[in-house]
């Protein structure tokens, strides 16, 4: 079964605005990670959070992960319209051999 | 950061056909990973490719429908054989430079339609 479920499935705001996603997994991990795609091409990897760190920052991201309930969050902050894409959290469950996505969260950012 | 070359980018291919997909990777890598992403929905995994061994392969996924070949630690390709409309997907490379769970680098995926 999937290991990331992620919530909002969609999410439209306006230019500006703060975006959040939710990431939620159900077995101990190693790490967790987030990433980004355009329109149906290749991930781009945006940011690795282990399992011994709380929150983690890069530029305008903010990842945040809670071991105990099993939950992470990507904000991102004064989104463009650029930021337009879909977001996915990506885990790596401990003594697994392979890294597992979640559903994915689709953005769009309102000019 | 590993770079990945993926072809084709996109094809429409005939019922019944098969299309093969490359991937040239940049460095050498141990393992590569390929993934089918169904509209909408999110990557799964298809089959993990090792160089001088067989590829394993997830579960729902068989190596007649999808043979890999990984001749070297920089090349993979995977085939999609006998294809039917269910097989229209984006299918995606990807390494681990790292090891596994480590940050993925992707190729820029295949657009497959079957018609």
């Known amino acids: 079964s999937q290991q990331g479920e992620e919530d909002p499935q969609a999410l439209s705001i306006q230019e500006g605005e703060n975006a959040t996603m939710n990431c939620s997994y159900k077995?101990?991990?190693?790490?967790l990670q987030w990433y980004r795609q355009n329109s149906g091409r290749g991930l781009v990897h945006l940011i690795l959070i282990r399992s011994n760190e709380r929150e983690k920052h890069s530029g305008r991201l903010r990842v945040t992960l809670d071991t105990s309930k099993k939950s992470s969050s990507l904000l991102i902050t004064a989104s463009r319209a650029a930021d337009t894409a879909s977001y996915f959290c990506a885990t790596a469950p401990t003594g697994g051999f392979k890294t597992i996505f979640g559903a994915g969260t689709r953005l769009f950012v309102k000019a | 950061s590993a770079v990945i070359s993926q072809k084709p980018s996109r094809d429409i291919c005939q019922r019944g056909t098969s299309l093969t997909i490359q991937c040239q990777v940049d460095?050498?890598?141990?393992?590569m990973f390929w993934y089918r992403q169904q509209p909408g929905q999110s990557l799964t995994l298809i089959a993990t490719a090792n160089q001088g061994s067989e590829a394993t392969y997830e579960s729902g996924f068989v190596i007649d429908k999808f043979p890999i070949s990984r001749p070297n630690l920089t090349f993979s390709t995977l085939t999609v054989s006998n294809m039917s409309p269910e097989d229209s997907s984006i299918y995606l490379c990807?390494?681990?430079?790292?090891?596994?769970?480590?940050?993925?680098?992707f190729g820029q995926g295949t657009r497959l339609t079957v018609v």
């Open positions: 460095s050498q890598v141990t393992m």
């Open positions: 990807s390494v681990e430079e790292g090891g596994m769970g480590t940050e993925a680098f």
């Open positions: 077995t101990s991990i190693n790490n």
